[in-house]
Nanobody
Framework: QVQLVESGGGLVQAGGSLRLSCAAS????????MAWFRQAPGKEREFVSA????????DYPDSVKGRFTISRDNAGNTVYLQMNSLKPGDTAIYYC?????????????????WGQGTQVTVSS
């Protein structure tokens, strides 16, 4: 059974940093493209970042470019999202997702597995 478990969310002031983690089990982690999505209250879920099995990074949307960095540890079956210079607009539930192929990595419908999410709240 595939499980994706996010952690690292919390409450932070604007300008602060958080590092999210997603621990994966039940799949050959090193073969999967991993991604982060987020969903703010009243908004649709949006793509944040993705990283292919060999470390290739799918381009970040402008909303997070230069502030967020995705990385992965294949030995530890974990993907990370380093978030710096956080803004109130980054407040959302952040979800980890996994897919076997790299194509359409920004498309949420292409992902087979999802975590339960971790709340990130940025205060002004």
């Amino acid at each position: 059974q595939v499980q994706l478990v996010e952690s690292g969310g919390g409450l932070v002031q604007a300008g602060g940093s958080l590092r999210l983690s997603c621990a994966a089990s039940g799949l050959t982690f090193s073969a999967y493209t991993m991604a982060w999505f987020r969903q703010a209250p009243g908004k649709e879920r949006e793509f944040v970042s993705a990283i292919t099995w060999n470390g290739g990074i799918i381009d970040y949307p402008d909303s997070v470019k230069g502030r967020f960095t995705i990385s992965r540890d294949n030995a530890g079956n974990t993907v990370y999202l380093q978030m710096n210079s956080l803004k109130p607009g980054d407040t959302a539930i952040y979800y980890c997702a996994a897919k076997y192929r790299a194509a359409q990595a920004s498309m949420q419908n292409s992902y087979q597995y999802w975590g339960q999410g971790t709340q990130v709240t940025v205060s002004s």
